[in-house]
């Protein structure tokens, strides 16, 4: 009779050794001692199988415990598991090295395009004179055919001395148009005498408070140094704005 039997139920092998044999008994780990019983009961997984087997593979005459099919199949479950997540998280880096693509040659296009306004904007910047010489353009072709503030706008500094210079131009034609010569009238004088007589229009009326009123911020306020520039195109615009509404072919 072979004194040593391996059995196994669902969940366990089942280990029957003579007491003088017990110390291969606990080789196998883990192990529990049933006194009841009188036998070793391990947990049925593939670990304590390989053990048992090389443990009492030679001392068994028939082997009667199997492999626990379960365990097996659950670790090629697992395996394949492991083997999708693998899969998905490749796709993954896959699509998120495509989307880094996308960014950096997006990053690249919107770096060309900023490089591009820069070279612009230096360009205006550090080309003061074709900037004035547009203005002059749009301007004398507002002006039309008055030659003599078609003379103004070709003469005249585009400096901060324009706020002061281009309104002494303005009193000039506006006694002009009043055929007066008295030194004693100011700007406002002059505007008030245009309005009572109706020589202007009400437009130019308002265009000649646009000027007065420009040179007066400028001779006595503080100015931000970011508006001055702006301020001398205003008052080009509103001069020659003025030039076509006085018709000074007719008037002066």
Not at 156 to 174: A, R, S
Request: net charge neutral; proline share 4%; hydrophobic share 40%.
């Amino acid at each position: 009779m072979n004194l040593i039997q391996l059995k196994q139920t669902d969940n366990h092998y089942i280990l029957s050794i003579p007491s003088t044999l017990v110390e291969r008994a606990k080789k196998i780990i883990p192990g529990d001692w049933d006194s009841v019983n009188q036998v070793w009961k391990y947990p049925r997984n593939m670990s304590t199988y390989d053990s048992l087997m090389n443990e009492f593979n030679k001392d068994i005459d028939e082997i009667k415990i199997t492999p626990p099919e379960l365990t097996i199949i659950n670790q090629k479950n697992t395996l394949a598991e492991k083997n999708r997540v693998i899969a998905d998280q490749r796709k993954q880096i896959e699509s998120l090295e495509f989307e880094i693509s996308e960014r950096e040659h997006e990053i690249d296009r919107y770096i060309s395009t900023i490089i591009n306004l820069n070279e612009k904007i230096d360009h205006l910047l550090n080309n003061d004179s074709d900037i004035e010489n547009v203005i002059r353009k749009v301007a004398k072709q507002c002006v039309g055919n008055n030659t003599r503030c078609l003379k103004i706008i070709e003469e005249i500094e585009f400096d901060l001395t324009l706020p002061i210079e281009l309104p002494k131009k303005v009193i000039n034609i506006l006694k002009t148009v009043l055929k007066t010569q008295d030194q004693n009238c100011d700007f406002a004088d002059l505007i008030g005498e245009s309005r009572k007589k109706k020589l202007l229009s009400p437009d130019a009326i308002s265009l000649l408070h646009v000027i007065r009123k420009q040179r007066n911020i400028f001779a006595h306020n503080s100015l931000n140094p970011n508006t001055r520039y702006m301020r001398v195109i205003f008052l080009v615009a509103a001069f020659a704005l003025l030039a076509e509404e006085i018709q000074s072919e007719q008037k002066l």
